[in-house]
T-cell receptor, first 115, second 117 residues
Framework: SAVISQKPSRDICQRGTSLTIQCQVD?????MFWYRQQPGQSLTLIAT?????????ESGFVIDKFPISRPNLTFSTLTVSNMSPEDSSIYLC???FGTGGSEQYFGPGTRLTVT | AQSVAQPEDQVNVAEGNPLTVKCTYS??????LFWYVQYPNRGLQFLLK??????LVKGSYGFEAEFNKSQTSFHLKKPSALVSDSALYFC???????????????FGKGTKLSVKP
């Protein structure tokens, strides 16, 4: 397993601004994932961020809106750009172990409210 | 298409009684199955997983789950519920290379477990 921290834990942002969320892991991991959990909903994968390669985005998510950095094996950032109220969600990072990252451990999440 | 279904939005149990939270899945090939728990205002915590081997899997906090291939189910169980078990429970299955993302977890919509004293 791993200990994962996220910053900020929560934020309230104005429409049209951007927020960068940080994810720090206490061990080196190859596979990291970013998820979104909209109010009352389940988790949806935004992108896979493996160190050494470009992030892979899921259908419905684009790099211009959710740019991701993965500068090393313990850190990643997700930026939510040009925010609108529809972006209000909990954003979670996770790290994957095992075959294809099959076993994932999650950070505490960042609760974002856009006004 | 690969999917996970949690047919119950909420499960209510009296403390000390057994609990079951249901999950069925649809994937191609052999499934990797997981249960996660989310307490209020906290992230997801890993409870248990099934990859291969014994159909009955034991996990954290006294929970267990039974893999049933013929029924494509992976129900979460606990013999004696505690008030502190009240939380949101998510079943998840590992997808294939769908969308180009290896290890993509497909989550159910979650089941709220309420344990009353």
């Amino acid at each position: 397993s791993a200990v994962i921290s996220q910053k900020p834990s929560r934020d309230i942002c104005q429409r049209g601004t951007s927020l960068t969320i940080q994810c720090q892991v206490d061990s080196q991991v190859t596979m990291m994932f970013w998820y979104r959990q909209q109010p009352g909903q389940s988790l949806t994968l935004i992108a896979t961020a493996n160190q050494g390669s470009e992030a892979t985005y899921e259908s419905g998510f684009v790099i211009d809106k959710f740019p991701i950095s993965r500068p090393n094996l313990t850190f990643s950032t997700l930026t939510v750009s040009n925010m609108s109220p529809e972006d209000s969600s909990i954003y979670l990072c996770s790290v994957g172990f095992g075959t294809g990252g099959s076993e994932q451990y999650f950070g505490p999440g960042t609760r974002l409210t856009v006004t | 298409a690969q999917s996970v279904a949690q047919p119950e939005d909420q499960v209510n149990v009296a403390e000390g009684n057994p609990l079951t939270v249901k999950c069925t899945y649809s994937v191609s090939g052999n499934p990797y199955l997981f249960w996660y728990v989310q307490y209020p205002n906290r992230g997801l915590q890993f409870l248990l997983k099934y990859i291969t081997g014994d159909n009955l899997v034991k996990g954290s906090y006294g929970f267990e789950a039974e893999f049933n291939k013929s029924q494509t189910s992976f129900h979460l169980k606990k013999p004696s519920a505690l008030v502190s078990d009240s939380a949101l429970y998510f079943c998840a299955v590992r997808g294939s290379n769908y969308g180009g993302s290896q290890g993509n977890l497909i989550f159910g919509k979650g089941t709220k477990l309420s344990v009353k004293p």
